[in-house]
């Protein structure tokens, strides 16, 4: 069964540097893309990117491109969403999520618990 | 604004069928057959519904069901039930990047 569990809650203030991350198990880690999916209090989804852990290329979302950076440990099975400074509109859930494998399309049939990111003065 | 446009509520009674739609444009509904409905349960992630407009995921009800006319997707539900409560969000792939998803849906049981 595959399992992706995420880090903890952290609370930061602005300007802050944060990498969270998110361990998958059950399946072949570098063989399937995984990224990860923006859930800001109260609203909808937002795809922000993801990576394939074998070669570590990443795809962006235009409106996350140079905001943040995804990277991926194949030897730990554990992707990383990270930012270099925090703004009060970081604070979300973010959700670590496993592409589905064997079409163009890109669905997610496994997610993460979610990290809430809180970032507060 | 999402570029996907979803109802913010609707609502049925149990036993009841109802319908959530999906309105995207020529770009991505329109042209592509990779819309996908996802149902979130306040406090939990996610859970993958309906992939390639009308198919289920191993696991999911066959009272979950989906389709697509012109630009606008659709997931039905039928035969109402209070665990169906939650929040439904459609996406799909565009050109501009590989997926978007709607704004979300509200669904009540009454």
């Known amino acids: 069964e595959v399992h992706l569990v995420q880090s903890g809650a952290e609370v930061k203030k602005p300007g802050d540097s944060l990498k969270i991350s998110c361990k998958a198990s059950?399946?072949?880690?570098?063989?399937?893309?995984i990224g990860w999916v923006r859930q800001m209090p109260g609203t909808g989804l937002e795809w922000m990117g993801m990576?394939?852990?074998?070669?570590?290329?990443?795809i962006y979302s235009p409106s996350f491109q140079g905001q943040v950076t995804i990277s991926a440990d194949k030897s730990m099975a554990t992707a990383y969403l990270q930012w270099t400074s925090l703004e009060a509109s970081d604070s979300a859930i973010y959700y670590c999520?496993?592409?589905?494998?064997?079409?163009?399309?890109?669905?997610?049939?496994?997610w993460g618990q979610g990290t809430l990111v809180t970032v507060s003065s | 604004q999402s570029a996907l446009i979803q109802p913010a509520s609707v609502s049925g009674s149990p036993g009841q069928s109802i319908t959530i739609s999906c309105t995207g444009s020529?770009?991505?509904?329109?042209?592509?057959?990779?819309v996908s409905w996802y149902q979130q349960h306040p406090g939990r992630a996610p859970k993958l519904m309906i992939y390639?407009?009308?198919n289920r995921p191993s696991g999911v009800s066959d009272r979950f069901s989906g389709s697509k006319s012109g630009n606008t997707a659709s997931l039905i539900i039928s035969g109402l039930q209070a665990e169906d409560e939650a929040n439904y969000y459609c996406?799909?792939?565009?050109?501009?990047?590989?997926?978007?998803f709607g704004g979300g849906t509200s669904l009540a049981v009454l």
């Open positions: 999520v496993r592409r589905v494998k064997g079409t163009d399309a890109v669905y997610f049939d496994s």
């Open positions: 990576i394939w852990p074998d070669d570590s290329q990443t």
């Open positions: 996406s799909s792939y565009t050109p501009t990047t590989p997926v978007v």
């Open positions: 390639d407009v009308s």
């Open positions: 020529s770009s991505d509904i329109g042209i592509y057959n990779y």
């Open positions: 059950g399946y072949s880690f570098s063989t399937s893309y």
